[in-house]
């Protein structure tokens, strides 16, 4: 046997090119950010407003306003929009989640200014037929009921619940009842009332000056008008922790767990610290909950922990699915990672990784054009666009062993988490039970 | 005259090494990262009998060290450089890639040259990968409602052979008898360098990329390559149904199959059925989305798509095409492929509309475009247009080839697509309100 070869070292590392943007606020309050970013003939294009609201009926509208909103506009039905966006080589589609009403596409640079113009015709003159709102209300029920079907629907619902209490945040999903209570009346007065420009911000990432991607906005969006929407909407509530909720679902042949807890916002001075602790516990493949429950034990395909930035917080959530068998030794190694990161100190070359791993897959999400639109789409909910992206390796490369200590102690105890775990009831109980408390 | 469509252009190196290994290099010095990717030219259809699954499972086995790497260093030398891998297994491929800051080529190319050289398979190994393997599926079929429908069970009604119509996600049971021994053949009969197409793409220098390949692959010994069966089969003689029950599936679902012509050497023909597809089910301006969702509000979504995996290109022939709904009404599904039939015998007997070809092909354009602009998807699909259909130019020449589809080409393959050539696969809702 020869020697072993060695891994050869990384070389100098080479400089991203500066991108050219440009940022401007129209006459109407709309927030314009464009990037030029050599490549691809394509702009991607995503329109975000804030859609949050404490109305009890308002998931259900906000879904079927989305599910309805491309079905016709100024004039034109469904498949006349659908077709003239599909022949500028475009896509446009709309969704929505408890803070924001997103309408994101794509189209062929040369066409950018015919898709703006569809986008404009969407929010000022929306048509909101009676027969397509049935169509698109009847099929969300639907879709709703596929949904809720799946193991990490019925998972994260129930945390959702179990964290956030009456709050808005605790409906992802409207109930098929709510849908199917929904009018044409009801979307064109919450149309209305919130698609407006005054606190939205539209993002256009392509291969195009910038100057002419917002000149292209103005024109297009110019005669959309409304002053942002000012709901009242309670804080977020302190995620109550408490005993493992366990969920039936029958027929599982896995458990699928989820823990929540409170995480800090990006402009957290301590934000960085608890990014890379969240590496090292389960955010990459290096990661010890991976290296444990998968590679060492085989009780799972891949556990995943995250951090999430809502509008009024930010949270951190876990996720695994096990197999049925192996429920509570899954749960008792998690603990057991959990405790370990919150008591003692992380390795300098845990740190290094997760260091270099979080510049580098910032550096590749933010390497097309479809990602860096979807990047600063999402930043721009805050305040924050691109010098966040360039300035954000050195905070990462600035943080501690100590800093990462500090920050996994305060939000990755195994008691600072909420849990829950969804699988057969039957089989799981009484040996999560031996383990701690569990509620049924 | 056509419209005018943009293409992709990717000024692409060829090599071969003396071990038979294919090379391709494709540069793009604007951003500072870099796409590895090495396929080897065998899948699911080159399974043995009583082995089904062992395509992907010993995918898996290529991750657990190599020859000079321990178990668990390959993912951390990837991660800590600031990179993220993967690794698929299809019908006729198997992909191991990389994408990683630029500094990071060479340690990049070592760890794909080590494993090329040889994985370390173990008894240990493989007993844990089983069990990720065997969450794997039951995440991803066994628990989740229309988990692998179809591309797990319309093959079995559509084609015949053992090689086409297994199961490729494989049964536990074979799963399980897998062993050492058969890891060790599988990698020594399709793992040899000339079996394989290497493409690197992004932030590279040609030259030093090229050195850099012939100094860690080149010392790699050739080995024989198998040569690769025919695996075709006729067109169907007459329609034949199925049922899968899906104990967590909440409402019904159909999959319709039809074989289509080869791939690689009927390109056009295949072309003109991909446009076909986006006829039928692209936007809410589609023949099947207006009849089937919007006027008579039969189905929940209808999708229509070439190649199991919704990648036209992905296959060599036997390939399909597939329709497949989700509705509400169990009792349905007649109305549905009978509106089916009449949509494809509509396009195929008057033709499509004024401007129609035109916007969908404009479409399919700009949608692969939008695909190849991340460095790792466009090194995968240059290496994949090279190994399957042993040019990766094809990538480049595929707006061109779009643009020259003519309306009855697409008519042609609306009128293939006849009853008693289809599979029908029905799946039998067992979920609902459960809980």
Request: proline letters at 6%; zero cysteines; a negative charge.
């Given at each position: 046997?020869?020697?072993?070869?060695a891994?050869p070292?990384?070389?100098?590392?080479?400089?991203?090119?500066?991108?050219?943007?440009?940022e401007?606020?129209?006459d109407?309050g709309l927030?314009v950010i464009?990037?030029?970013?050599?490549?691809?003939?394509?702009v991607e294009?995503r329109?975000?407003?804030?859609?949050?609201?404490?109305?009890?009926k308002?998931?259900?509208?906000?879904?079927v306003?989305?599910?309805?909103?491309?079905?016709?506009?100024?004039g034109?039905?469904?498949?006349?929009l659908?077709?003239a966006i599909?022949?500028?080589?475009?896509?446009l589609?709309?969704?929505?989640?408890?803070?924001?009403?997103v309408v994101?596409?794509?189209?062929?640079?040369?066409?950018?200014?015919?898709?703006?113009?569809v986008?404009?015709?969407?929010?000022t003159?929306?048509?909101?037929a009676?027969?397509?709102?049935?169509?698109e209300?009847?099929?969300?029920?639907e879709k709703?009921?596929?949904?809720r079907?799946?193991?990490?629907?019925?998972a994260?619902?129930?945390?959702?619940?179990?964290m956030?209490?009456d709050?808005p945040?605790?409906?992802?999903l409207?109930q098929?009842?709510?849908?199917a209570?929904?009018?044409p009346?009801?979307?064109?007065?919450?149309?209305?009332a919130m698609?407006?420009?005054?606190a939205?911000?539209?993002?256009?990432?392509?291969?195009?000056p910038?100057?002419r991607?917002?000149?292209?906005a103005?024109?297009a969006l110019?005669?959309?008008?409304?002053?942002?929407?000012?709901?009242?909407?309670?804080?977020?509530?302190a995620?109550?922790g408490?005993p493992l909720?366990i969920v039936?679902?029958r027929?599982?042949v896995?458990?699928?767990?989820?823990?929540?807890g409170?995480?800090?916002?990006?402009?957290d001075?301590?934000?960085p610290?608890?990014q890379l602790?969240?590496?090292?516990f389960?955010g990459?493949f290096t990661?010890?909950w991976t290296?444990?429950?998968r590679e060492d034990?085989g009780y799972?395909y891949g556990?995943h922990s995250?951090?999430?930035?809502?509008?009024l917080?930010?949270?951190l959530?876990?996720?695994?699915e096990?197999?049925?068998?192996?429920?509570?030794?899954?749960y008792?190694e998690?603990l057991y990672e959990?405790g370990?990161?919150a008591?003692?100190?992380?390795?300098?070359?845990e740190v290094?990784?997760v260091q270099?791993?979080?510049?580098g897959?910032?550096?590749l999400s933010t390497?097309?054009?479809a990602?860096?639109a979807?990047?600063?789409?999402?930043?721009?909910?805050?305040?924050?666009g691109?010098?966040?992206?360039?300035g954000?390796?050195?905070r990462l490369?600035?943080?501690?062993?100590?800093?990462?200590?500090?920050?996994?102690?305060?939000f990755?105890?195994?008691t600072?988490?909420?849990?829950?775990v969804?699988?057969?009831?039957?089989?799981?109980?009484?040996?999560?039970?031996a383990?701690?408390a569990?509620?049924? | 005259?056509p419209?005018?469509?943009?293409?992709p252009s990717?000024?692409?190196?060829?090599?071969?090494?003396?071990?038979?290994?294919?090379?391709?290099?494709?540069?793009d010095?604007?951003a500072p990262?870099?796409?590895i990717?090495?396929l080897?030219?065998v899948?699911?259809?080159s399974?043995?009998e009583?082995?089904t699954?062992?395509?992907?499972l010993?995918e898996?086995?290529?991750f657990q060290?190599?020859?000079?790497l321990e178990?668990l260093?390959?993912?951390?030398y990837?991660?800590?450089s600031g990179?993220?891998?993967?690794?698929s297994?299809?019908f006729?491929?198997?992909n191991y890639?990389?994408?990683?800051?630029s500094?990071?080529?060479?340690?990049?190319l070592?760890?794909?040259?080590d494993r090329?050289r040889?994985?370390r398979?173990?008894e240990?190994?493989?007993?844990?990968?089983l069990?990720?393997?065997?969450n794997e599926?039951?995440?991803?079929?066994?628990?989740?409602?229309?988990?692998g429908?179809p591309w797990?069970?319309l093959p079995?009604?559509?084609f015949?052979?053992?090689?086409n119509?297994?199961?490729g996600?494989?049964?536990?049971e074979?799963?399980?008898?897998?062993?050492?021994?058969d890891?060790?053949?599988f990698?020594?009969?399709y793992?040899?360098p000339?079996?394989?197409?290497?493409a690197i793409?992004?932030?590279v220098?040609?030259?030093?990329a090229?050195?850099l390949?012939?100094?860690?692959?080149g010392?790699i010994?050739?080995?024989?390559v198998?040569k690769?069966?025919?695996?075709?089969e006729?067109?169907?003689?007459?329609?034949?149904?199925?049922?899968?029950?899906d104990?967590?599936?909440?409402?019904p679902?159909v999959?319709?199959?039809y074989?289509?012509?080869?791939?690689?050497?009927?390109?056009?023909?295949v072309?003109?059925?991909v446009?076909?597809?986006e006829?039928l089910?692209?936007?809410?301006?589609?023949?099947l989305?207006?009849?089937?969702?919007?006027?008579?509000?039969?189905v929940?979504?209808?999708?229509?798509y070439?190649?199991?995996f919704?990648?036209p290109?992905?296959?060599?022939?036997?390939?399909?095409l597939?329709?497949?709904?989700?509705?509400?009404?169990?009792?349905a599904?007649?109305?549905?492929?009978?509106?089916?039939?009449?949509?494809?015998?509509?396009v195929a007997t008057?033709?499509?509309?004024?401007?129609e070809?035109d916007?969908?092909?404009?479409?399919?354009?700009?949608?692969?475009?939008?695909?190849l602009d991340a460095?790792?998807?466009?090194t995968?699909e240059?290496?994949k247009?090279e190994?399957?259909?042993?040019?990766g130019e094809?990538?480049?020449e595929?707006p061109a080839?779009?643009a020259e589809v003519?309306e009855?080409?697409?008519?042609?393959?609306?009128?293939a697509?006849?009853?008693d050539?289809?599979?029908?696969?029905?799946l039998?809702a067992?979920?609902?309100?459960e809980?």
């Amino acid at each position: 046997m020869s020697a072993a070869l060695a891994v050869p070292a990384l070389t100098e590392p080479r400089a991203a090119r500066k991108l050219s943007s440009t940022e401007t606020v129209l006459d109407n309050g709309l927030r314009v950010i464009a990037v030029r970013k050599p490549g691809i003939p394509i702009v991607e294009v995503r329109l975000r407003l804030p859609f949050l609201s404490a109305k009890a009926k308002h998931p259900a509208q906000a879904m079927v306003l989305a599910e309805a909103l491309l079905t016709g506009a100024a004039g034109r039905d469904r498949s006349e929009l659908a077709a003239a966006i599909q022949g500028l080589g475009g896509d446009l589609h709309a969704s929505v989640d408890a803070d924001r009403l997103v309408v994101s596409g794509n189209v062929l640079a040369t066409n950018l200014r015919k898709l703006l113009n569809v986008v404009g015709d969407l929010v000022t003159e929306p048509s909101y037929a009676a027969a397509d709102v049935e169509t698109e209300r009847d099929r969300l029920v639907e879709k709703l009921t596929i949904m809720r079907a799946r193991p990490s629907v019925v998972a994260a619902e129930a945390l959702a619940t179990r964290m956030w209490g009456d709050h808005p945040y605790a409906v992802d999903l409207a109930q098929p009842q709510d849908v199917a209570a929904v009018t044409p009346g009801q979307l064109k007065a919450l149309h209305k009332a919130m698609v407006r420009p005054g606190a939205g911000v539209l993002v256009l990432v392509g291969d195009l000056p910038p100057g002419r991607m917002i000149a292209a906005a103005e024109a297009a969006l110019a005669g959309w008008t409304g002053a942002a929407p000012r709901p009242r909407v309670p804080a977020l509530p302190a995620a109550p922790g408490g005993p493992l909720l366990i969920v039936h679902r029958r027929g599982s042949v896995q458990s699928s767990f989820r823990f929540g807890g409170a995480a800090l916002t990006r402009t957290d001075p301590d934000y960085p610290a608890l990014q890379l602790a969240n590496l090292v516990f389960g955010g990459y493949f290096t990661s010890r909950w991976t290296e444990n429950l998968r590679e060492d034990k085989g009780y799972t395909y891949g556990p995943h922990s995250r951090i999430d930035h809502h509008a009024l917080g930010s949270s951190l959530t876990l996720s695994v699915e096990v197999a049925t068998p192996v429920t509570a030794p899954s749960y008792l190694e998690t603990l057991y990672e959990l405790g370990r990161l919150a008591t003692l100190p992380v390795t300098e070359t845990e740190v290094a990784s997760v260091q270099q791993y979080a510049i580098g897959s910032l550096a590749l999400s933010t390497a097309t054009q479809a990602g860096l639109a979807s990047t600063l789409s999402a930043l721009s909910a805050f305040g924050l666009g691109l010098d966040w992206v360039t300035g954000h390796p050195a905070r990462l490369l600035a943080v501690s062993v100590d800093q990462i200590a500090e920050a996994a102690a305060r939000f990755f105890a195994p008691t600072a988490f909420t849990s829950v775990v969804v699988g057969d009831a039957d089989a799981i109980a009484a040996p999560l039970a031996a383990l701690g408390a569990v509620e049924r | 005259m056509p419209v005018k469509l943009p293409a992709p252009s990717f000024e692409l190196t060829h090599h071969r090494l003396d071990n038979g290994l294919r090379v391709l290099v494709a540069p793009d010095r604007s951003a500072p990262v870099v796409g590895i990717a090495v396929l080897y030219d065998v899948g699911f259809r080159s399974e043995p009998e009583g082995r089904t699954g062992f395509a992907h499972l010993f995918e898996h086995l290529m991750f657990q060290g190599s020859v000079n790497l321990e178990k668990l260093a390959h993912f951390r030398y990837v991660e800590s450089s600031g990179g993220s891998f993967n690794g698929s297994t299809h019908f006729d491929y198997t992909n191991y890639f990389e994408a990683l800051p630029s500094n990071a080529l060479e340690r990049g190319l070592f760890l794909e040259a080590d494993r090329m050289r040889g994985p370390r398979i173990t008894e240990e190994n493989l007993a844990n990968q089983l069990e990720v393997v065997k969450n794997e599926i039951r995440v991803n079929v066994m628990n989740a409602p229309y988990g692998g429908f179809p591309w797990i069970y319309l093959p079995s009604v559509l084609f015949d052979s053992f090689a086409n119509s297994h199961n490729g996600y494989g049964g536990f049971e074979d799963l399980e008898s897998a062993t050492t021994d058969d890891a060790k053949d599988f990698f020594k009969r399709y793992y040899a360098p000339g079996n394989a197409v290497l493409a690197i793409g992004g932030d590279v220098d040609v030259d030093d990329a090229l050195e850099l390949v012939e100094k860690h692959f080149g010392a790699i010994k050739k080995r024989s390559v198998p040569k690769r069966p025919n695996f075709g089969e006729p067109a169907l003689d007459g329609e034949r149904r199925a049922t899968h029950d899906d104990p967590h599936a909440p409402l019904p679902a159909v999959a319709v199959g039809y074989r289509v012509p080869d791939p690689v050497n009927q390109l056009d023909d295949v072309l003109a059925a991909v446009l076909l597809t986006e006829v039928l089910t692209d936007g809410d301006a589609s023949r099947l989305q207006r009849r089937l969702v919007q006027r008579d509000h039969l189905v929940t979504d209808v999708s229509a798509y070439l190649g199991e995996f919704g990648d036209p290109f992905d296959e060599r022939d036997p390939t399909a095409l597939t329709i497949s709904a989700h509705y509400p009404d169990q009792s349905a599904l007649d109305r549905i492929l009978t509106a089916v039939d009449e949509e494809l015998d509509r396009v195929a007997t008057d033709g499509l509309d004024k401007g129609e070809l035109d916007r969908v092909r404009t479409r399919v354009v700009s949608v692969s475009l939008r695909e190849l602009d991340a460095v790792m998807n466009r090194t995968l699909e240059l290496a994949k247009f090279e190994l399957l259909h042993g040019r990766g130019e094809l990538l480049e020449e595929l707006p061109a080839r779009f643009a020259e589809v003519g309306e009855d080409a697409v008519r042609a393959a609306a009128a293939a697509l006849q009853p008693d050539r289809r599979a029908v696969l029905e799946l039998i809702a067992g979920g609902g309100a459960e809980q």
